[in-house]
T-cell receptor, first 112, second 114 residues
Framework: GENVEQHPSTLSVQEGDSAVIKCTYSDSASNYFPWYKQELGKGPQLIIDIRSNVGEKKDQRIAVTLNKTAKHFSLHITETQPEDSAVYFCAAISGGSYIPTFGRGTSLIVHP | EAGVAQSPRYKIIEKRQSVAFWCNPISGHATLYWYQQILGQGPKLLIQFQNNGVVDDSQLPKDRFSAERLKGVDSTLKIQPAKLEDSAVYLC????????????FGPGTRLLVL
């Protein structure tokens, strides 16, 4: 089955800095890669996603890049703000099984 | 638009007891998912429904876990008997269709098994 590795597990930055979270996947059939933000006591919320026919996607301060050859994708957050503090999860969904596999999460802390 | 509703929000039981969780997806969403999220880990899919049929339940521990989605709307997830390792947050999510579409998560039910 699919295996998704996510790094780092914890990321601490100063407000205004950039943050980068990286994920690798194992199943070459995976073709949809969403990123979720989970705040304390809440369910995950989709913040951005990318499909395998696209190399990069941007939405304001958030961007995601995908390298299909290397089987890795990354989340980039620029100009971080304290409200960006949360746990971020990457996921990979195979076009064959349609089962979503999540990474273990990255706890992002943005210091004011 | 109302989000995914789950109840209860918290539950504490002793091992070997049974427990049930309820989920009401977003109106009109055909696909419903149940996830188990152990502290410090990402959500793990337990079962996926398309309307009232099971799409995948390969990761559901069927000796103790069961789930149903009556009439293709609400769903219940049951654990009987519970074990200590079942302590986790149980998340319900729904999406309009079955494949690669945005999943909308509920707030989850936090289960503690003593």
């Amino acid at each position: 089955g699919e295996n998704v590795e996510q790094h780092p597990s914890t990321l601490s930055v100063q407000e205004g800095d950039s943050a980068v979270i990286k994920c690798t996947y194992s199943d070459s059939a995976s073709n949809y890669f969403p990123w979720y933000k989970q705040e304390l006591g809440k369910g995950p919320q989709l913040i951005i996603d990318i499909r395998s026919n696209v190399g990069e996607k941007k939405d304001q301060r958030i961007a995601v890049t995908l390298n299909k050859t290397a089987k890795h994708f990354s989340l980039h957050i620029t100009e971080t703000q304290p409200e960006d503090s949360a746990v971020y999860f990457c996921a990979a969904i195979s076009g064959g099984s349609y089962i979503p596999t999540f990474g273990r999460g990255t706890s992002l802390i943005v210091h004011p | 638009e109302a989000g995914v509703a789950q109840s209860p929000r918290y539950k504490i039981i002793e091992k070997r007891q049974s427990v049930a969780f309820w989920c009401n997806p977003i109106s009109g969403h055909a696909t419903l998912y149940w996830y188990q999220q152990i502290l410090g880990q990402g959500p793990k899919l337990l079962i996926q429904f398309q309307n009232n049929g099971v799409v995948d339940d390969s990761q559901l521990p069927k000796d103790r876990f069961s789930a149903e989605r009556l009439k293709g709307v609400d769903s219940t997830l049951k654990i009987q008997p519970a074990k200590l390792e079942d302590s986790a947050v149980y998340l319900c999510a729904s999406s309009p269709g079955p494949i690669q579409e945005t999943q909308y998560f509920g707030p989850g039910t936090r289960l503690l098994v003593l």
